[in-house]
């Protein structure tokens, strides 16, 4: 597996209860959180564990997977094998996601026939376009062979920028970078404050100083998992994921 980026949390742990009361993360992490939301069913399923997760998902990706070519048009298979998500920045997909090779253009064709007729079959037959060479033109029952050229949109950060998230004062991602974030151990996202961390201590009870630790970890591809799967059925997301460092 590809190398991938890596990102720093820093958990606040309650050592007499091995838990997590909360992460303090930045716009990064925060970034990754939410863009798990716009991930693709397929994508997902094809991230998690092959046992134990998702069985019924898995079963259909599996069946898709293993279906004759006969059966299912190919580039069809391969948008739900791998569906392309909408992009959010670079950062946020190298975390989670090993680059992926650029997707080939969709080869198109038009109808040949564009010569003039007292029908206007011309002008209407012009304004089709098919991604199947076979097919027959409605207008005037030609076969639609005739290949289109492709034009390739323009690179570079303009082009950047026009698909990918964007949050005012151009950053990329979705959330502003002006302030940090505290991410519970159920995933519920936050503005960090100094009323918000005293009123959570309050509500766990936590009276001893003494009995908090924070611990510094790097968040990459294995954590990225880990969490994607922990979050289908757990509120201790943090808790079970990084549940090794609460013994240390």
């Not at 029952?141 to 303009?158: C, D, I, R, Y």
């Amino acid at each position: 597996m590809a190398e991938t980026e890596k990102t720093s949390l820093k958990l606040l742990v309650d050592k007499k209860n091995r838990t997590v009361l909360f992460a303090e993360a930045g716009k990064d992490f925060v970034d990754f959180l939410f863009h798990c939301l716009a991930l693709p069913v397929g994508t997902i399923v094809s991230l998690l564990p092959k046992a134990g997760v998702a069985d019924g998902l898995r079963n259909l990706y599996a069946s898709v997977e293993n279906i004759s070519d006969a059966y299912i048009e190919l580039r069809e298979k391969e948008a739900l094998l791998n569906p392309k998500a909408r992009s959010s920045g670079p950062e946020v997909m190298r975390l989670l996601l090993p680059e992926a090779p650029p997707s080939a253009p969709i080869e198109l064709y038009t109808c040949p026939d564009r010569t003039a007729s007292p029908f206007g079959h011309s002008n209407t037959c012009c304004s089709r376009v098919t991604d199947c060479p076979s097919t027959r033109c409605p207008a005037c029952n030609n076969t639609m062979s005739k290949k289109l050229s492709w034009v390739a949109g323009p690179a570079g950060p303009a082009a950047g920028a026009a698909s990918s998230a964007m949050v005012p004062g151009g950053e990329g991602g979705y959330v502003k970078g002006v302030v940090t974030y505290m991410v519970m151990d159920d995933l519920v996202v936050k503005p960090m404050s100094t009323i918000s961390c005293i009123t959570l201590l309050n509500r766990f009870n936590v009276h001893e100083i003494a009995d908090l630790q924070e611990k510094v970890i790097d968040f990459g591809l294995d954590e990225a998992i880990k969490l994607l799967r922990a979050s289908l059925h757990s509120k201790t997301v943090l808790t079970d994921i990084f549940s090794a460092v609460l013994t240390d």
